[in-house]
């Protein structure tokens, strides 16, 4: 039997891919792996936020019409592009374990954030990370970068960044791991919903793969990401606005942080709850709605 699988064409993408593929040929030996690289709108374009775009799901529709197809059989993701909702006929047949969840400070001259100069420029196009960094510093300059890992790491030793912010996981997998100045931890910075792990999808019509899949999915790691991504959910109607959140597993209990952020009016509002390890759906919910309370429904409108 041959597997194919759908893949964006970035070095992390394809380093992901590989991974799962990995896995798969020791976990069935005698099955065939094969990788199917794609570009996606996603990905061509570059000088427009995601938001104007059109949303994540313009990183997973190319990959999505080739299993639709029969080009392939799974599309491997990070989970921080999936949408909250996958379209009619599709789902996640597994999370993997996730990696390091949180964000990097990059730097060749500032290895603490904290020693930054006044007004001194950071890269970064994700409102998520613009929202957080001037709320603990107001007076720092962002500029804008976009592009894959690679890129955004050459254009910090190219241009004008004191200093840039990228997913720790990005860089650990590309072996950039000695460019990770210091962590940016939380409540200084809370990562995007679902950072640092993998997803694979399939149509739900491939009930046989189902079965084939689920040893690479890591129980805990989705539980939390359950959790993140149903409180995104709530939040997000239908606009692309800061949301931040990170889930662990804190004792037998789950514990969500969840952030919004309007960067017009450098609002942050942040939400914290515990719950049932079997419930992560609720806590999530729970967390949304408690944000929802203190006024992100407004903040999130205003951000149109
Ligand atoms: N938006 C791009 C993206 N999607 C996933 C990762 C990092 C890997 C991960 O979160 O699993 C990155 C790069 C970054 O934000 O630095």
Request: include cysteine; aromatic fraction near 4%.
């Amino acid at each position: 039997m041959t597997l194919t699988i759908a893949t964006r064409q970035s070095p992390l993408a394809l380093w992901q891919t590989e991974f799962v593929a990995d896995q798969l040929r020791a976990l069935h030996p005698g099955l065939e792996v094969r990788l199917l690289p794609m570009s996606t709108r996603g990905d061509l374009i570059l000088d427009r936020s995601l938001a104007a775009i059109g949303g994540k799901g313009l990183f997973l529709k190319e990959l999505e019409e080739a299993m639709l197809a029969g080009q392939a059989d799974l599309a491997v993701h990070s989970m921080k592009d999936v949408p909250m909702t996958l379209p009619e006929g599709f789902e996640l047949a597994a999370i993997l374990e996730r990696a390091d969840p949180f964000d990097a400070w990059v730097s060749n001259r500032y290895p603490r954030f904290a020693d930054l100069p006044v007004g001194a420029v950071v890269g970064t196009s994700s409102l998520r990370r613009q929202v957080q960094l001037r709320s603990v510093r107001p007076d720092l300059v962002l500029k804008d970068l976009r592009g894959n890992v690679n890129t955004r790491l050459r254009k910090l030793d190219d241009e004008e960044y004191d200093g840039i912010v990228l997913a720790v996981a990005g860089l650990a997998r590309l072996g950039f791991d000695d460019r990770v100045a210091e962590r940016l931890t939380p409540p200084r910075m809370l990562p995007a919903v679902a950072q640092g792990a993998i997803g694979i999808e399939i149509q739900s019509a491939r009930a046989d793969l189902r079965a084939l899949l689920a040893p690479l999915g890591h129980d805990l790691t989705t539980r939390c990401v359950l959790a993140e991504r149903a409180m995104n959910r709530l939040l997000e109607g239908n606009c692309q606005v800061p949301i931040a959140g990170h889930a662990a597993v804190v004792g037998d209990q789950l514990h969500l942080a969840g952030l919004v952020g309007a960067l017009a009016t450098q609002t942050v509002i942040r939400a914290e709850a515990t719950g049932a390890l079997d419930a992560p759906e609720m806590l999530g919910e729970r967390v949304a709605q408690d944000l929802l309370a203190q006024g992100a429904a407004a903040l999130l409108r205003s951000a149109h």
